[in-house]
């Protein structure tokens, strides 16, 4: 068999990423927070200078939101504090990583609004948390478990595997199960039938089915999957978010109960809910405007490149 230089490199990056990573962690836990803190500061300004695709999108799109209403130079100092955020909640999360004592954990994060999480769970029939890339979304999937609350997340496997496994060890280390996204549809429905919680995130432009709604004045694709999964489960909705506070730690807030749209037209009832959900994403993002991922491209799918590539895949097919 040929030698294959690039392959051994890859192998060997892989080999070696899985000990730096968790030396990282061991690092970030064995440090005072307020010294991880300052040194994600310094990370992300780094990361901000450095990541030019990532800092020119995150541009582009506040200056197509908020254009009208902001300079150039307040815009760059935005974009500039979400990649803070970014790095900041990481970097938190990883020096956190141990922590499953529950009054510690709730010294970090602050809960505004469970009575509402609580009620629609003890109607039985399972609640959809939906939650944005807003400030470390890492904590608030986990923080449903932390409450005392049988949950699950929907999640796409990443890129690099052995960060995945990581991940998933510390979200069960709070009580979270994992699902991942591939063939997971009917896991999800277990989930809701059993009365559950499932975490679920709605804010990214994603190769999963979806419709176009309006966020942010534009129209942007959009997952269905939660209006789906209430319309044909019962399965109440309730909106959530993780934020960054004054104080550097965070405040968890629930949100009301989130009605669903049931008239019997099922391509309707999709659209109206999922419509209604992306509005609660906007409020929240517009409240939190430097703690969302502003380098997502939220809004590349458009009407025309869908149906190029609805075109194409079905040209494939024969």
């Given at each position: 068999m040929k030698f294959d230089i690039n392959t051994f490199r890859r192998k060997l990056v892989l080999l070696l990423l899985y000990p730096f990573l968790y030396l990282t962690v061991l690092v970030f836990r064995a440090l005072p927070i307020s010294w991880t803190r300052r040194f994600s500061s310094f990370v992300g300004k780094r990361f901000y200078s450095m990541?030019?695709?990532?800092?020119?999108?995150?541009?582009a799109n506040l200056e197509m939101i908020y254009g009208n209403e902001t300079t150039p130079?307040?815009?760059?100092?935005?974009?500039?504090?979400?990649?803070?955020?970014?790095?900041?909640?990481?970097?938190?999360?990883?020096?956190?990583?141990?922590?499953?004592?529950?009054?510690?954990?709730f010294k970090l994060i602050e809960v505004e609004g469970e009575e509402h999480l609580r009620a629609a769970y003890e109607k039985g029939k399972g609640v959809i948390c939906l939650i944005p890339h807003l400030s470390s979304w890492e904590?608030?999937?986990?923080?449903?478990?932390?409450?005392?609350?049988?949950?699950?997340a929907a999640s796409k496997s990443m890129?690099?595997?052995?960060l995945e496994t990581l991940m998933v060890k510390f979200r069960a280390r709070r009580g979270m199960k994992n699902i991942t996204r591939e063939g997971s549809y009917n896991k999800l429905i277990e989930?809701?039938?059993?009365?559950?919680?499932?975490?679920?995130?709605?804010?990214q432009d994603t190769k999963v089915k979806g419709v176009f709604v309006d966020f942010?004045?534009?129209?942007?694709y959009t997952p269905l999957g939660a209006s789906r999964l209430a319309l044909e489960t019962g399965a109440l909705i309730v909106p959530m978010v993780m934020t960054r506070k004054e104080d550097d730690n965070y405040r968890f807030i629930i949100y009301?109960?989130?009605?669903?749209?049931?008239?019997?037209?099922?391509?309707?009832?999709?659209?109206?809910?999922?419509?209604?959900?992306?509005?609660?994403?906007?409020?929240?993002?517009r409240a939190y405007p430097t703690?969302?991922?502003?380098m997502h491209r939220r809004w590349k799918t458009t009407p025309e490149s869908l149906a190029e590539y609805k075109k194409q895949k079905a040209e494939n097919k024969k």
């Open positions: 990541a030019d695709k990532s800092r020119q999108r995150a541009l130079a307040e815009r760059e100092a935005m974009a500039k504090e979400v990649f803070i955020e970014e790095i900041k909640s990481f970097f938190d999360y990883m020096a956190y990583s141990r922590l499953t004592n529950k009054k510690r954990f904590f608030a999937a986990i923080t449903p478990p932390m409450l005392g609350y049988e949950t699950s890129k690099m595997k052995l989930v809701l039938h059993k009365g559950e919680c499932l975490i679920l995130m709605i804010d942010m004045g534009r129209p942007a009301p109960e989130l009605p669903v749209i049931h008239t019997g037209n099922l391509k309707a009832d999709l659209l109206e809910n999922t419509q209604r959900q992306t509005t609660v994403m906007e409020e929240m993002v703690q969302w991922v502003w």
